[in-house]
């Protein structure tokens, strides 16, 4: 069984025992197998960070946040923050998922964007607690991106932005996000040049 295979398995295993019904973890299923589908195509090493970023995503919503909303789990599958070219354009996932969802992934605010913390904080709740979970993934893992100056700003936006935002959201969040800005910020920021 691939590593994919293994994944979607444990994801299906979590929902189940958070009380997902068996149509909201088929949604989730499409979604996951719909955002897999770039990764298959353009990513060799199934260790690679982005590969299983789908279901991490998931997975964290689930354990750390409690989130069981099938719609917001599976946009959250589904986003990419940092590789457009492995987002699903709104045109698949409206035919392969739902029009909700496509809905919900447009509706979360995106790294990068000038007004990302007031954007974040006019969100409904799911949003916001979506586009920290997704970030986060993506953040822990910073350090096998191979780019130091893509991880030293996206190290800069969590402290100011989504580390705040997690302090005013969710309080493992905002530990998680903590805890990964010191270490970062220890490991490879120290004797960094100003």
Same mark, same amino acid.
Not at 116 to 145: G, K, M, N, T
């Given at each position: 069984?691939?590593?994919?295979?293994?994944? %979607?398995?444990?994801?299906?295993?979590?929902?189940?025992?958070?009380?997902? @019904?068996?149509?909201?973890?088929?949604? *989730?299923? !499409?979604?996951? #197998?719909?955002?897999?589908?770039?990764?298959?195509?353009? *990513?060799?090493? @199934?260790?690679?960070?982005?590969?299983?970023?789908?279901?991490?995503?998931? +997975?964290?919503?689930?354990?750390?946040?409690? +989130? %069981?909303?099938?719609?917001?789990?599976?946009?959250?599958?589904?986003? @990419?923050?940092?590789?457009?070219?492995?987002?699903?354009?709104?045109?698949?996932?409206?035919?392969?998922?739902?029009?909700?969802?496509?809905?919900?992934?447009?509706?979360?605010?995106?790294?990068?964007?000038?007004? +990302?913390? #007031?954007?974040? +904080?006019?969100?409904?709740?799911?949003?916001?607690?979506? %586009?920290?979970?997704?970030?986060?993934?993506? *953040?822990?893992?910073?350090?096998?991106?191979?780019?130091?100056?893509?991880?030293?700003?996206?190290?800069?936006?969590?402290? #100011?932005?989504?580390? !705040?935002?997690?302090?005013?959201?969710?309080?493992?969040? %905002?530990?998680?996000?903590?805890?990964?800005?010191?270490?970062?910020? #220890?490991?490879?920021? !120290?004797?960094?040049?100003?």
């Amino acid at each position: 069984m691939s590593r994919a295979d293994q994944m %979607a398995v444990r994801v299906d295993r979590t929902l189940a025992a958070a009380g997902v @019904d068996q149509p909201g973890r088929n949604l *989730i299923g !499409k979604a996951i #197998e719909a955002a897999m589908a770039p990764r298959l195509a353009a *990513i060799e090493d @199934d260790h690679d960070p982005d590969y299983l970023h789908p279901a991490r995503t998931v +997975l964290v919503l689930l354990d750390d946040v409690g +989130l %069981a909303d099938p719609v917001a789990l599976a946009a959250a599958s589904l986003l @990419d923050t940092r590789r457009d070219d492995l987002e699903v354009p709104d045109r698949v996932v409206t035919e392969r998922v739902s029009s909700a969802v496509t809905a919900f992934r447009n509706s979360v605010p995106r790294s990068g964007s000038g007004a +990302l913390l #007031e954007d974040l +904080l006019a969100s409904e709740p799911d949003v916001a607690l979506v %586009a920290l979970a997704e970030r986060l993934d993506h *953040i822990r893992h910073a350090h096998l991106w191979g780019d130091l100056s893509e991880a030293r700003a996206a190290h800069q936006e969590a402290a #100011e932005v989504y580390l !705040k935002m997690a302090e005013r959201t969710h309080a493992l969040l %905002a530990a998680r996000y903590a805890s990964w800005c010191r270490s970062f910020r #220890e490991r490879y920021l !120290k004797n960094a040049p100003n």
